[in-house]
């Protein structure tokens, strides 16, 4: 069971990013899935979530208008697109999977992480 995150990088403030996830060893259909990151010196606060069903979803107030989660169970991936970037969304980005039904999206309730990907917003 795997989780791949890839897609961070270095952007000026104002651009974009599109982070990919990808899953093996199981299939992401019955799991809700979530963006979660740690800034240094910060816990890990969850980004964005999004139902099996993709009929609910949930943003931190941070990034809302800003930042679309997606999923493309054909392909066993998950993404988050981020528009107008900002110096504080600075750290590194994973990529998570829960298989209950829908639950906050905080990290305790997620069975499954990817390594992580760090993305970096200079102003």
């Known amino acids: 069971v795997q989780l791949q995150a890839s897609g961070g990088g270095l952007v000026q403030a104002g651009g974009s990013l599109r982070l990919s996830c990808a899953a093996s060893?199981?299939?992401?259909?019955?799991?809700?899935i979530g963006w979660f990151r740690q800034a240094p010196g910060k816990e890990r606060e969850g980004v964005s979530c999004?139902?099996?069903?993709?009929?609910?979803?949930f943003y931190a107030n941070s990034v809302k208008g800003r930042f679309t989660i997606s999923r493309d169970n054909a392909k066993n991936m998950l993404y988050l697109q981020m528009d107008s970037l900002k110096p504080e969304d600075t750290a590194v980005y994973y990529c998570?999977?829960?298989?209950?039904?829908?639950?906050?999206?905080?990290?305790?309730?997620?069975?499954?992480w990817g390594q992580g990907t760090l993305v970096t917003v200079s102003s």
């Open positions: 998570a999977a829960d298989k209950s039904p829908w639950r906050l999206c905080t990290r305790r309730y997620f069975d499954y």
């Open positions: 999004l139902s099996s069903s993709g009929g609910r979803t």
């Open positions: 060893g199981f299939t992401l259909d019955d799991y809700v």
